[in-house]
T-cell receptor, first 110, second 116 residues
Framework: KQEVTQIPAALSVPEGENLVLNCSFT??????LQWFRQDPGKGLTSLLL?????REQTSGRLNASLDKSSGRSTLYIAASQPGDSATYLC?????????FGAGTTVTVRA | EAGVVQSPRYKIIEKKQPVAFWCNPI?????LYWYLQNLGQGPELLIR????????DSQLPKDRFSAERLKGVDSTLKIQPAELGDSAVYLC??????????????FGEGSRLTVL
């Protein structure tokens, strides 16, 4: 069974600092990995999708890397803003099944 | 383009009552998912549809949960009877398949169920 772990569970940083969020998974035979953002009481918003053949994806201030062999992905958010405060979840897809981590809750202090 | 639409957003019921959630996926997405999310945890798959066929319902508690996706578009998830432990957020998601590969998943806002 695929296990997805996100450490730390919570993170608090001052505005302007770069954020580094980690995701690890136990089974490296994945099709893709997706990073989501979830605001309180809301659904999940897709941030980045990395196919298994890719090493990274970038969108604006966000950059996600994927190292399948070590079972790790990292989401970088540059120059954090208070509006970046949310829970960030990673999910890996294998055999049409998406397995989620529990998320990292980020607070960016103004 | 409209996203995944779910209703109702919130539902409060007494235990043993029935409840139903509705989902309208993104137009053209043939794959539809229902997930359950408990507080502080990641979503867990309940059922996955490819068009109108339920291809993975191994995590669906079939004694009280049922789902349908008529005509391969909208879907309904039903719980009857509801138990206290069913209090959670029920999320619907959809995706398209390109070249045989599952693409990006898009989620609705979720339906928050409280069972009293």
């Amino acid at each position: 069974k695929q296990e997805v772990t996100q450490i730390p569970a919570a993170l608090s940083v001052p505005e302007g600092e770069n954020l580094v969020l980690n995701c690890s998974f136990t089974d490296s035979a994945i099709y893709n990995l997706q990073w989501f953002r979830q605001d309180p009481g809301k659904g999940l918003t897709s941030l980045l999708l990395i196919q298994s053949s890719q090493r990274e994806q970038t969108s604006g201030r966000l950059n996600a890397s994927l190292d399948k062999s070590s079972g790790r992905s990292t989401l970088y958010i540059a120059a954090s803003q208070p509006g970046d405060s949310a829970t960030y979840l990673c999910a890996v897809l294998r055999d049409y099944k998406l397995s989620f981590g529990a998320g990292t809750t980020v607070t960016v202090r103004a | 383009e409209a996203g995944v639409v779910q209703s109702p957003r919130y539902k409060i019921i007494e235990k043993k009552q029935p409840v139903a959630f509705w989902c309208n996926p993104i137009s053209g997405h043939n794959t539809l998912y229902w997930y359950l999310q408990n507080l502080g945890q990641g979503p867990e798959l309940l059922i996955r549809y490819e068009n109108e066929e339920a291809v993975d319902d191994s995590q669906l508690p079939k004694d009280r949960f049922s789902a349908e996706r008529l005509k391969g578009v909208d879907s309904t998830l039903k719980i009857q009877p509801a138990e206290l432990g069913d209090s959670a957020v029920y999320l619907c998601a959809s995706s398209s398949r390109t070249g045989g590969r599952t693409g990006e998943l898009f989620f609705g806002e979720g339906s928050r169920l409280t069972v009293l």
